[in-house]
């Protein structure tokens, strides 16, 4: 058994498994490249796009994806005040299990901003039966998507800086939903179609649809519009020291060419002794 | 020029010291007056990139372990509170991811040098070898380390490397159950990975102590190849190595911090977000790029004994190098043919790195066959029969002469004494 197990698993990963992936790539298109104003060595995060994801997921996503390595605290990032903080957690749709309290009894109350995202369902299994499949955490999903670049763009990518494959993916993917599969893919009974999808069989229904989400900001309200500020708040979701990062390597930047430089020319100086 | 004078201490306590524990003197001799011969060239300078970079992946990686929890339920998460809560938690973590990568790149970039000039033959043999033995540390240390965010790269790629012992006969199993604490990859599993991934960067150390004290019982190579006859063919390491290897250090930082800064996740794989899920296989398991050539070499045999045995070699055939190579002129500067399949074999090895992210089938495998095949020949048939049929070039007198001559036209036999 055990041996039998062992050789599949190595048989599987090193040889068919990534034969499927790449029968799967063929047929995937790669997703549009889009901009974001946090690409770049400069880049920011768009307080407003990233507020109106959050609306977004709030509001759409957040019914079967988890957040849970974030906690509400956290959203004052987004650009929020520590009142309207308390306020989305204590109006959050999922309350949080605690206790026990003094009956030695569990509990559930509202979010308080130190608690994490609570999860829309009790266990994998549960989430299973409901909706087909586990909806995957949300948490670091900007990071752990992507697409192959191929040759010669990874190593273009290193001097461009482009790392905005994983939003690029999720843009996509919300607006890659087609009624009916190309001729000649069958689907699994009770999945859809999205070309953008590994292998183009998926289990969440098309999430959204123009006018689902009230913006109060005066932005476009169609699927388009919703996908990239989903996106952009997932990437901040999964990178909320970005800026800060970026902001420092300017600084270490600048400071070690400097530096460099000046080594530089303590070397020639101390070398033209020998020369 | 301050030649090989011995420690003379100014004041007291000094004196009083160096009679019980002569460490300022051994730290004079070895780092300040130590003889280093002038013509160095930049490709030298990656020893110190390297002693840097383990000090950097030592202290980064202590408090990071402050920080993280090495249990199979809670190891992931914990990566995600230092990335998200730690202060500058996140800074710490690409600091050191990316610092395993540039660790093994200027590692890499070291052994070529090494390669290139001949600096493992006679008498550097075991300078070399101790650097072959660090490659191998090296290698398990940054397996291991991977393991420990409990991604799933983290998890499949414990699993398939841990597998490869599984090949041993008879005892093959029973190795695997040993290695794993159990009988799959778990949390036994992850805890030894990370006892053993914070002591073995302390091996490390101890045998960067042995490889930096053969290199100052032996001496350096150099570009020329030839050894040091007097005084005029060296300067001493401080400040003339010193300040050299120090602006060639914060280069190397430039390029360190445009990946842990502007993209520190280049160099990782994106499933590696992805929690470990024993029971959903990535659909490409894929090592870090700096294993790529070794996995290329395991894949691109059919047999899976053969393939393991063919990763093991490829790395121990390193350490038999400087038997390997029969020329007796170390520098490939005077052994032109040598020169050109140098480049090859460098080819060769991205070659087969590059396949080592590909999957491993119809072309890729063909093609990684026919460089695991190069790889191999090019150690035991290229490098002994070049060795006996090259024709060299005239090596020069001595370093200073190799330097000056083109400048002083017509010095032609050796003025120095």
């Given at each position: ?55 977004v997921?709030?509001?759409v996503?957040?019914t ?12 004052s ?23 026990p ?61 482009f ?7 999720i ?5 890659g939903y ?15 179609y999205?070309?953008?999808f ?21 932005s476009?309200?169609?699927?388009a ?6 996106s952009?708040?997932?990437?901040w ?10 902001r ?18 303590t070397?020639k ?7 | ?20 524990l002569?460490?300022?003197?051994l730290?004079?001799s070895?780092?300040i007056?130590?003889?280093?011969p002038?013509?160095l ?5 990656f ?56 660790f093994?790149l ?19 043999e ?66 030894r ?30 570009p020329?190849?030839?050894d ?15 300040i ?10 430039i390029?360190?911090?445009?990946f842990v800064?502007y ?22 398991i894929?090592p ?7 996995y290329?070499i ?11 045995a ?8 390193l ?16 052994r ?43 150690f ?15 090596l ?22």
């Open positions: 058994m055990l041996r039998s197990i062992l050789a599949a698993v190595l048989a599987v990963s090193l040889a068919g498994a990534a034969a499927a992936q790449e029968h799967a790539d063929h047929s995937t298109p790669q997703p549009p490249r889009q901009k974001w104003s946090f690409a770049g060595p400069f880049g920011k995060y768009d307080r407003a796009q990233i507020q109106r994801g959050f609306q997921y709030k509001e996503c957040s079967c994806h988890g957040l849970n390595l974030l906690s509400f605290r956290h959203l990032g987004l650009g929020y005040s520590d009142a309207q903080v308390t306020q989305i957690a204590s109006d959050w749709l999922f309350k949080v299990q605690d206790g309290n003094d009956q030695g009894e569990m509990f559930e109350r509202a979010a308080r901003p130190a608690d994490r995202f609570p999860q829309p369902w009790p266990n994998e299994n549960a989430a299973r039966v409901r909706y087909n499949a586990v909806p995957p955490d949300m948490s670091v999903i900007a990071k752990a998507r992507t697409y192959e670049r191929g040759l010669p763009w990874f190593i273009i990518d290193i001097f461009t800086q790392q905005e494959q994983g939003v690029d993916y843009t996509a993917l919300m607006t087609e009624d009916k599969p190309p001729a000649g893919v069958t689907l699994p009974q009770g999945l859809m999205n070309k953008y590994p292998g183009g069989a998926i289990a969440m229904p098309s999430p959204l649809t123009d006018g689902r989400v009230t913006y109060s900001d005066g476009p309200q169609t699927v519009q919703y996908s990239k500020d989903v952009a708040f997932l990437m979701a999964a990178e909320p020291h970005m800026e800060t990062r970026k420092i390597g300017f600084q270490v930047m600048v400071f070690l060419i400097i530096f460099a430089g000046l080594m530089y020319f070397k100086r101390v070398w033209s002794a020998v020369h | 020029m301050s030649g090989h004078e011995t420690y003379q201490p100014q004041n007291a306590f000094m004196k009083w010291m160096e009679r019980r002569p460490i300022a003197g730290i004079y070895s780092f007056v130590y003889p280093t002038r013509n060239n930049y490709w030298w300078t020893g110190g990139i390297l002693t840097f970079m383990l000090a950097v992946q030592i202290v980064t990686g202590i408090v990071l372990a402050m920080h993280y929890t090495p249990h199979v339920d809670f190891a992931f998460n914990s990566v995600e509170l230092i990335m998200r809560d730690v202060n500058y938690g996140w800074l710490l973590r690409y600091v050191h991811a990316n610092g395993a990568a540039m093994f200027a590692a890499y970039i070291h052994m070529f040098r090494g390669m290139y000039y001949g600096s493992y033959k006679e008498p550097r075991i300078l070399w070898i101790l650097g072959v033995i660090l490659l191998l540390l090296m290698i398990a240390t940054g397996f291991m380390g991977y393991v420990l965010p409990w991604g799933q790269m983290s998890f499949w790629a414990a699993t398939v490397i841990t597998n490869l012992f599984s090949a041993i006969p008879g005892v093959g199993e029973a190795i695997v159950t040993w290695l794993w604490g159990g009988y799959a990859v778990g949390n036994p599993t992850l805890q990975f990370y006892s053993l991934h914070y002591l073995l960067p302390f091996v490390i150390a101890g045998v960067v102590v042995l490889h930096i004290w053969a290199l100052h019982v032996v001496g350096q190579n150099n020329t190849g030839i040091p006859k007097s005084e005029r063919d060296t300067v001493s390491f401080t400040p003339y190595a010193t050299k290897d120090a602006f060639m250090l914060v280069c190397f930082c390029v360190y911090a445009w800064f993209m520190p996740n280049y160099l990782g794989h994106a499933d590696n977000y992805i929690p470990a899920n024993p029971a959903v296989t990535p659909m490409h894929v870090e790029w700096y294993y790529l050539p070794f290329a395991l894949r691109a045999i059919p047999n899976k004994l053969m393939g393991v063919a990763l093991g070699a490829s790395i121990a055939i350490a038999f190098l400087p038997w390997l190579d029969t020329s007796r002129v170390r520098s490939a500067n005077y032109p043919l040598y020169k050109q399949v140098f480049w090859i074999f460098v080819a060769v090895c991205i070659g087969l790195g590059w396949l080592g992210a590909k999957p491993a089938e119809g072309g890729y495998v063909i093609a990684a066959r026919i460089l695991t095949f190069y790889y191999f020949f090019h035991l048939v290229i490098l002994p029969v070049l060795g006996w049929v090259e024709r060299t070039k005239p020069p007198n001595s370093i200073s002469e190799s330097i000056l001559t083109p400048a002083r036209s017509g010095s032609g036999t050796g003025t120095v004494t």
